[in-house]
């Protein structure tokens, strides 16, 4: 037995997130372990570091794969993409040891969301942005995230009502405006359901003036989901990285 490693970019536009389900073929884990199984001529089980909702893209997902025998990994990939969608791509395909396990493995996760502020949407981002029509104090944005950033109780920042642990760890939160658009990137040790989507409609709300950055600080000690900002648009949100080591 052989384990591998899949480095995979995908549009999650018309998918309904990453995990298989029984009620729709349109998951990323589905269509990824349906062809691989007929690519490598047997049923094939494929892990993914975490899910991603209907919706949610991805740069740099990450999964692990085990087949029965060693085989060529280009090869194998561009089988692969042969067959795939072309809004699903395996970027890399690496051997890895025995016991590797692409979510238990993980040491941590980086995610971007993009807004998009202009008075009309652009048209060839659209589908990677939201459109959010209000100018923002980046300022205040940046001073919000800063109460966010460490280690921290964010039970008030998940839809998920029965987590083991909602204790996380965000090293870093980027904000940086690009002429009509701003990105935030969040690095961290893992998020929760809606984690991310939550901290950007909370931060959005700090930048449009309706909170406070010292708001923050109420909303972790609440630990209340109705204390914090609205649900961002899934399309804005892109996995970028999954951390190993």
């Known amino acids: 037995m052989r384990t591998y490693k899949l480095t995979i970019a995908y549009d999650g536009s018309r998918y309904q997130g990453w995990q298989k389900q029984k009620n729709t073929d349109l998951t990323i884990q589905g269509i990824l372990e349906n062809i691989a199984g007929q690519t490598a001529g047997y049923p094939v089980e494929i892990n993914g570091s975490g899910r991603t909702d209907s919706g949610v893209h991805a740069k740099g997902q990450t999964a692990s794969m085990v087949l029965h025998g060693k085989v060529d990994e280009i090869h194998f990939r561009d089988e692969l993409n042969e067959q795939l969608p072309l809004d699903i791509r395996v970027m890399r395909m690496e051997l890895v040891r025995n016991g590797f396990h692409a979510r238990r493995s993980a040491r941590g996760k980086s995610y971007e969301y993009w807004i998009d502020t202009r008075e009309k949407p652009d048209v060839f981002t659209r589908k990677f942005t939201y459109h959010y029509p209000k100018e923002l104090d980046v300022n205040a944005m940046k001073k919000a995230a800063a109460y966010l950033t460490g280690t921290h109780d964010f039970a008030g920042f998940t839809d998920k009502k029965d987590e083991k642990s909602t204790t996380r760890t965000i090293y870093a939160i980027i904000i940086e405006k690009q002429k009509e658009k701003i ?6 040790t893992g998020f929760m359901y809606h984690m991310v989507r939550i901290l ?42 999954v951390y190993y080591g």
């Open 183 to 188: 990105r935030i990137e969040y690095e961290g």
């Open 200 to 241: 950007t409609g909370t931060l959005l709300e700090v930048g449009d003036g309706r909170r406070k950055p010292e708001e923050i600080k109420m909303i972790l000690k609440d630990k209340k989901r109705d204390a914090a900002g609205f649900l961002a648009p899934a399309r804005g949100l892109t996995l970028k990285e």
